[in-house]
């Protein structure tokens, strides 16, 4: 597609249980991330994909958190055991290896842990 | 470390006035820098991409320029419109591909 396409929009998910989020990068973009977005507050970085690279997991918050990119292009961000604090926007962006192209952001899932 | 800073944190105008969003970051070695548009609830809008070899982009009402050297970059806004109204964020991609962000300023445009 022409954008960056994540899936579900929202998900309400009782604690305990475990998650899948999706990212459908832009075709061609070798560039993916994972960002976390809590109610007012600033972008927390969750994990970056670069081509055939290991990822960067640095910023992934604890061993609950997971990611994988098939393919170089479908990414799951897994949640296992979910806890209240996880609720947030987690945001996906993709973007080309020449740096003369921008990041293009999903419109984000909204994760509610009730 | 890459360190990305924005200022004002908030900031609100009257309809109609100019204004300037304030970004610094404090390695040089950036390939570009991005400015996005956040609306609440919502994901990011990107407004302007400059390569790091650019001193300025425009688009519209919205000119962004670029000091590389001083690690500075300034977003400005002509005629303010209420829907002008969001979070401005700018990011820098560093080496290897990282996008680094500020944590944003929040502009709110009053009628």
């Known amino acids: 597609g022409a954008g960056v396409s994540q899936s579900p929009s929202n998900k309400v998910t009782e604690k305990g249980k475990d998650v899948e989020l999706r990212c459908d990068p832009i075709s061609g973009h070798t560039a993916l991330y994972w960002y976390r977005q809590s109610l007012g507050q600033g972008l927390e970085f969750l994990i970056y994909?670069?081509?055939?690279?290991?990822?960067?997991k640095s910023g992934l918050p604890s061993d609950r958190f997971s990611a994988e990119r098939t393919g170089g292009s479908v990414s799951t961000l897994t949640i296992q055991r979910t806890q209240q604090e996880d609720s947030a926007v987690y945001l996906c962006?993709?973007?080309?290896?020449?740096?003369?192209?921008?990041?293009?952001f999903g419109s984000g899932t909204r994760l509610t842990v009730v | 470390k890459q360190e990305v800073t924005q200022i004002p944190a908030a900031l609100s105008v009257p309809e109609g006035e100019n204004l300037v969003l304030n970004c610094s970051f404090t390695d040089s070695a950036i390939y570009n820098l991005q400015w996005f548009r956040q609306d609440p609830g919502k994901g990011l809008t990107s407004l302007l991409l400059?390569?790091?070899?650019?001193r300025e982009q425009t688009s519209g009402r919205l000119n962004a320029s670029l000091d590389k050297s001083s690690g500075r970059s300034t977003l400005y806004i002509a005629a303010s419109q209420p829907g002008d109204s969001a979070t401005y964020l700018c990011?820098?991609?560093?080496?290897?591909?990282?996008?680094?962000f500020g944590q944003g300023t929040e502009l709110s445009v009053k009628p």
């Open positions: 990011a820098v991609r560093a080496e290897g591909g990282k996008l680094i």
């Open positions: 962006a993709s973007g080309a290896s020449q740096t003369g192209v921008g990041y293009t």
């Open positions: 994909f670069q081509g055939n690279s290991a990822p960067d």
């Open positions: 400059i390569q790091s070899s650019q």
